[in-house]
């Protein structure tokens, strides 16, 4: 998509949008559609290493972000290892794209960005405000919503929470059958 207002200003410009996206969730989506709009190409990058223990692989995290962003046809998703500003170079990007929640983001991401700068200062790192509603929305806070089952229809696109459901039915431990209640 072009930039109207200066069209061919943003128009070559790839950018990398690295997360672990564990699961995709609104405030990623937002993030994603306004990227795509501002520039002419954007990669959306799994991180393989997401913490220790993510809920769903790699592969999975980038299928649901892949049918999410079905109708961005200049959206592509992909797995990434290793240094982000190496992976962004390899990918002819110029840009690093992040997404800035509440103010509680800001100190890890100032230090990520100007240690990304020293690694690479052809790679400019660029920041998003997310959008109101976003604000305190995370994957871990809606896989906890989830687990304790409740309503993340407004926090994740469908595909997401579908899913997401399913892996926490899989997870949950069978509950004490009636037959094991004491007395019954
Ligand atoms: P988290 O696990 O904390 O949700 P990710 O590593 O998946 O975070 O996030 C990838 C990128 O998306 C980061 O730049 C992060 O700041 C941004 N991001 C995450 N959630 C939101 C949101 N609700 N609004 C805007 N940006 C977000």
Redesign the pocket.
Known sequence: MMNEAHPGYTEGITAV??????PA?N??L??IRRGAGAFGRLIVAVGINAGKNPLFSASERVQLLSEACADLPNVAITTFDGLLVKFARQQGAKVIL????AVS?FEY?FQMALANRRLAPDVETMFMM?SAE??Y????LVKEIARLQGDISVLVPENVEVRLKERLLVQSVAPLGKSEEPGV
């Open positions: 949008y690295p997360g672990s996206f564990d969730t405030g990623h937002d993030i992040k997404g800035l929640r983001d991401e997310t976003h604000l929305l995370s994957s871990s």
